[in-house]
């Protein structure tokens, strides 16, 4: 069974930074792209960031920039580096894989960013 299971989220102040971490179990790591989503208060769910196999990514435009996606293969993890948070970040971040045409989701690690 896939699980995924993301930490690292909190309050942080706009320009601070966080780390997001989303460990995976139950599938093969390394051939998995893995994809961070968001989903504000009232919004739909929105992609953030997506890291390939290869490791070539690619980024909303809205954190381009600030937001840096990457993968360890050998710790089945993959991590988001959100730098210079404003508050229009804040929202629960979700961790997504796709396996033989199932979805996975993680928990949801919620960030909160204070003006």
């Known amino acids: 069974q896939v699980q995924l299971v993301e930490s690292g989220g909190g309050l942080v102040q706009a320009g601070g930074s966080l780390r997001l971490s989303c460990i995976v179990s139950g599938t093969i790591f390394s051939i998995n792209a893995m994809t961070w989503y968001r989903q504000a208060p009232g919004k739909e769910r929105e992609l953030v960031a997506r890291?390939?196999?290869?490791?070539?990514?690619n980024y909303a435009d809205s954190v381009k920039g600030r937001f840096t996606i990457s993968r360890d293969n050998a710790k089945n993890t993959v991590y988001l580096q959100m730098n210079s948070l404003k508050p229009e970040d804040t929202a629960v971040y979700y961790c997504?894989?796709?396996?033989?045409?199932?979805?996975?989701w993680g928990q949801g690690t919620q960030v909160t960013v204070s003006s």
């Open positions: 890291i390939f196999s290869g490791g070539s990514t």
């Open positions: 997504f894989t796709r396996r033989n045409y199932m979805d996975y």
